[in-house]
């Protein structure tokens, strides 16, 4: 069922993204990707770092009211997020993604299962250094976070393999 969700999400599995030659993500795309994906990320990443924090942590106590205000950034990043993920079919697939993929269903499908993808690369050991991260970014949009993120993920990829083995985001100087 993961590899499916992988496969629906990102479009490919990581066995077929370890057969392609390593390729970037634009940064604008993998921006979007974050972006869309940060509403279900944060209320994913709270209930995976349940246990290790405390209940009174800044994550458990505002990762609904984050989810609600990263809601619109989401929505307006999502014509984005789904040009990376259809570029991300055809590398991986080597076709193009079908027509029917790229309406309503294919965000119905990503959305929930984006997130719950990147909050399960979370080890729980740094929960609380990500509670501390995430009361340090809070007052930022969901644009600024997702470029943000982008760009820390493209500077943290020293073996460049991406996320998840799956997603390598370009560094600045990949794409000019």
């Not at 209320?43 to 770092?49: E, I, L, M, P, Y």
């Not at 989401?74 to 309406?103: H, S, V, Y």
């Not at 993808?117 to 929960?127: F, I, M, R, Y």
Request: hydrophobic share 50%.
């Amino acid at each position: 069922m993961k590899r499916a969700a992988v496969l629906l999400m990102l479009a490919a599995c990581p066995g077929l993204a370890a057969a392609q030659a390593p390729t970037c993500v634009p940064q604008p795309q993998a921006a979007a990707l974050v972006t869309f994906a940060l509403p279900t990320l944060v209320t994913q990443v709270a209930k995976r770092c349940a246990t290790d924090l405390a209940p009174n942590s800044y994550l458990l106590a505002n990762s609904d009211a984050l989810a609600d205000r990263y809601r619109s950034a989401a929505d307006a990043a999502w014509p984005e997020a789904r040009r990376a993920i259809a570029g991300l079919f055809t590398r991986f697939l080597g076709q193009p993604m079908p027509e029917e993929m790229n309406g309503e269903m294919l965000r119905l499908l990503v959305e929930p299962t984006l997130g719950k993808l990147l909050a399960k690369q979370v080890n729980t050991a740094d929960c609380v250094t990500i509670d501390a991260a995430v009361a340090a970014v809070a007052p930022l949009s969901g644009q600024a976070l997702g470029r943000l993120t982008a760009l820390l993920a493209a500077v943290a990829d020293r073996k460049g393999t991406g996320i998840a083995g799956v997603l390598r985001v370009c560094k600045p100087e990949e794409h000019r």
